[in-house]
């Protein structure tokens, strides 16, 4: 049973352009969280997803950022004419119901130049 | 105040010795917690999960909960080298919510 699978891993952006990052949750996993990590800082929630449905999304920046998780593929988080201060670390995890353990991914680390 | 607290470190301690880690933390309505191990540039992995308060065991490690307190602990016994790692809490509340983390704690085991 594979894991959270993330992709990719690395993803280089120059100003202004557009990053999609892609999360397959575990399977059997309908509950999709994506989070923020900046070097020595901790991890910042940005947006709850349960299939088709945005279920939380406090966390996520108003403008330029967006995710989906639609009924069939992966879940993406879109980060539309990225900034240099939006590289970092962007982790997924799935679970398989409501306040039950959750997974997470190996990362996507987006490095704007 | 941050939801979540947690002391950075770094934490050195010899192969063998018997770590303690805490979080504390400011909502009285969290219910679930959680400790994760993170490798450097790797995902955090899933360590112990607890509902409400009490002890939890596996293996080496050891989750507490006091929720009087708003106190939790993660214990890991006979620490190894390969325990060196940053240490993550986090916890929440309820149906549909986010999990709040601390920063972390930065473990190292000298052998």
């Known amino acids: 049973n594979a894991g959270v699978m993330q992709n990719p891993r690395h993803l280089v952006r120059r100003r202004g352009q557009e990053a999609r990052l892609r999360c397959s949750p575990m399977?059997?996993?309908?509950?999709v969280y994506w989070y923020r990590q900046l070097p020595e800082e901790g991890l910042k929630f940005m947006v709850y997803?349960?299939?088709?449905?945005?279920?939380?999304e406090s966390g996520m920046p108003k403008e330029r950022f967006s995710a989906e998780f639609p009924k069939e593929g992966p879940s993406i988080l879109r980060i539309q004419q990225v900034v240099r201060g939006d590289s970092a670390a962007y982790f997924c995890?799935?679970?398989?119901?409501?306040?039950?353990?959750?997974?997470f991914g190996q990362g996507t680390r987006l490095t704007v130049v | 105040q941050k939801e979540v607290e947690q002391d950075p470190g770094p934490l050195s301690v010899p192969e063998g010795a018997i770590v303690s880690l805490n979080c504390t933390y400011s909502?009285?309505?969290?219910?679930?917690f959680m400790w994760y191990r993170q490798y450097s540039r790797k995902g955090p992995e899933l360590l112990m999960y607890?509902?409400s308060s009490g002890n939890k065991e596996d293996g080496r490690f050891t989750a507490q909960v006091d929720k009087s307190s708003k106190y939790i602990s993660l214990f890991i016994r006979d620490s190894q080298p390969s325990d060196s790692a940053t240490y993550l809490c986090?916890?929440?509340w309820g149906a549909g919510n986010q999990f709040y983390f601390g920063t972390g704690t930065s473990l190292t085991v000298i052998p």
């Open positions: 995890a799935s679970s398989l119901e409501e306040n039950t353990e959750a997974f």
């Open positions: 399977k059997g996993h309908s509950h």
């Open positions: 997803l349960q299939k088709e449905n945005i279920i939380d």
């Open positions: 909502n009285s309505a969290f219910q679930y």
């Open positions: 607890t509902y």
């Open positions: 986090a916890m929440g």
